[in-house]
């Protein structure tokens, strides 16, 4: 029995490994399944490991053996999001409305991974409905950050950002609304995509808010976001507004990295103010251009936000009703168990969201708030289309640190939501416009927590984000 | 900016109970949210750029009518086992009316 070294595996040394014969998938299953042993009660990271994972690990040595050419994620061990469809497993959206809801069908990722020979561990903590920024909003319970266990993972993919983090899964997928993806893995100190809307199916992805979701990769490394992302990636007849995504060929050598200082200045940590300065000076070294630019209206991003997301959710949420999937709670006649079915199944800061939603598309409010709002993403969205046009001189990727603060202690914003709101300040954008964004690891505190750069490119520009992201890797 | 009513009102057009408490609490969060998403105001758009003009780089998408509908891969049984209350191959509801 091999002891296989958890920390700096990757997904191409497992296969590598495997194919080598060093050990089997179920071998490297199990390394997992006794870490997660180990360390899941404390950082409840997981909601669920699953009884068949070392089955699912045997059929893949068994087609190895067989002689089938498996590459390169066969028998590598991932988790999902608990908001990802897997048939005839529990999905939840950890909530008590979806607490013994088995799925009925696969995700198309999901089926796209199956079909890949990846071995499902678990099923991951996060915010309930993917609402919130730190998975405290969770009903059952909160995770806590690997690398202090005081702190947050960020949310809402918080629990599939820890077990990548805390080496509890090689690799994970989240969901990405507005940095669902990108603050979390920032927080635990691994790499996180959100890419071109469109570009990954969201079909059996619970929704939250459809023009804004996208499923994504939380891995060790970029190389390792880009297997994943091209495994998952592609149109899908059952998700219509998904597209094909594309490969940009001819990569300049030199980079240029526009800064939109009118927009980074603000409420930054000192730590993470000087972590991003340092973090130029490498994209420099690198040979790259880093140029000053303006982004006038992003500083609208997190208002717009806050009201389109909102309005979606408060739509897509209608749903859980008690009638046919989820909890059920017996009122006086239908209407009575409407209400008390959702006042008990959904958490408070789903039921603040819903009614926001609700307010903002309400009779004489809906030109004054969604109305503006819709305006305004289109803006944000043209600002990028702008300073990403080279012809007029624009720039080939964006650079902002990817949170304002490193990760906060858990109690610490839960009391002003607005306050835990502030946190998504530099992911937002990227969802309104469609743009892909990266999260890469820029280094550490000075307690050890861990601080995050991201890069967003152009539409389709996913192959500008690897490339850069695995040069900055390298140096860091 | 708004009120308990509202907040009230709101809750019941969403069919979602608040108890008393929460009301309150809500009140003042939303009164916080709406006061900070109100700086839209100041965003550079016009009626020119309202919503039926926007989103103008997105197209809507259709697939033909003619396609096989039962493709999701879930079936009757694996449906209805998930429903809170069936009868039969149908699932049971309180009186609408």
């Known amino acids: 029995m091999a002891n296989i070294d958890l920390k700096n595996l990757t997904i191409t040394s497992a296969s590598e490994s495997m194919i080598r014969g060093d050990y089997t998938a179920r071998e490297l299953t199990q390394a997992y399944l006794d870490k997660i042993k180990e360390d899941n009660e404390n950082l409840n990271a997981y909601l669920e490991v699953f009884e068949d994972a070392l089955a699912q690990a045997d059929k893949i040595d068994k087609r190895r053996k067989a002689g089938e050419n498996l590459f390169p994620l066969a028998g590598v061990p991932i988790a999902i999001k608990d908001n990802i469809l897997i048939k005839g497993k529990v999905a939840s959206s950890a909530s008590k409305i979806l607490a013994n809801y088995h799925a009925t069908y696969d995700a198309t990722v999901v089926e796209k991974l199956k079909e890949a020979g990846v071995v499902f561990l678990g099923r991951t903590n996060m915010d309930e409905f993917a609402m919130g920024g730190s998975t405290e909003n969770s009903a059952f319970g909160p995770t806590k950050n690997p690398h202090d266990n005081t702190k947050v993972p960020g949310g809402s993919s918080g629990g599939s950002a820890a077990v990548v983090g805390g080496d509890l899964a090689l690799a994970s997928l989240g969901s990405d609304t507005g940095g669902s993806i990108r603050q979390p893995a920032s927080f635990c100190g691994v790499v996180g995509l959100k890419s071109t809307y469109g570009t990954v199916s969201r079909f059996g992805l619970m929704a939250m808010a459809s023009s804004l979701d996208q499923i994504g990769p939380i891995t060790k490394n970029v190389t390792d976001a880009e297997i994943l992302y091209k495994t998952i990636a592609g149109q899908d007849k059952n998700d219509a507004t998904s597209t094909e995504p594309k490969s940009v060929d001819n990569i300049p050598t030199k980079l240029v990295i526009g800064v939109p200082t009118d927009f980074v200045g603000h409420g930054l940590d000192p730590e993470v103010k000087a972590n991003f300065e340092s973090s130029l000076e490498v994209l420099k070294k690198l040979g790259h251009e880093v140029r000053e630019i303006s982004l006038p209206n992003l500083k609208y991003s997190l208002a717009c936000y806050y009201i389109l997301m909102p309005a979606e959710s408060s739509s897509n949420l209608a749903r859980f009703d008690g009638v046919r999937f989820g909890l059920h709670i017996d009122g006086e006649n239908l209407l009575d168990d409407y209400m008390k079915t959702k006042g008990q199944g959904f958490g408070l800061e789903v039921r603040r969201r819903i009614i926001l939603g609700t307010y903002v598309l309400s009779a004489g409010y809906y030109d004054a708030f969604y109305g503006k709002a819709c305006s305004v993403r289109d803006l944000i969205r043209s600002e990028y289309q702008n300073i990403f046009d080279k012809e007029k001189g624009g720039v080939d990727l964006v650079v902002t640190p990817t949170t304002p603060t490193p990760a906060f202690s858990i109690g610490e914003k839960t009391a002003d939501p607005l306050q835990m709101y502030l946190e998504d300040i530099f992911t937002v954008p990227a969802n309104l416009a469609g743009v892909p964004a990266i999260s890469v690891p820029s280094g550490k505190t000075g307690s050890g927590l861990p601080l995050g750069i991201q890069f967003t490119a152009p539409h389709f520009g996913e192959d500008i984000l690897f490339s850069i992201g695995k040069q900055f890797e390298q140096s860091v | ?97």
């Open chain 2, 1 to 97: 900016m708004i009120n308990r009513e509202d907040i009230a009102n709101m809750a019941n057009l969403a069919r979602i109970e608040i108890s008393e408490a929460e009301k309150d609490k809500l009140t003042k969060d939303l009164e916080s949210i709406l006061g900070y998403v109100s700086e839209l105001d100041q965003a550079p758009i016009s009626s020119e750029t309202a919503v039926s003009k926007s989103f103008s780089s997105v197209i809507n998408v259709t697939r033909k009518d003619d396609e096989d509908i039962n493709e999701t891969g879930s079936s009757r049984e694996g449906l209805l086992a998930e429903a809170p209350s069936v009868s039969g191959d149908h699932v049971k509801v309180k009186p609408v009316f």
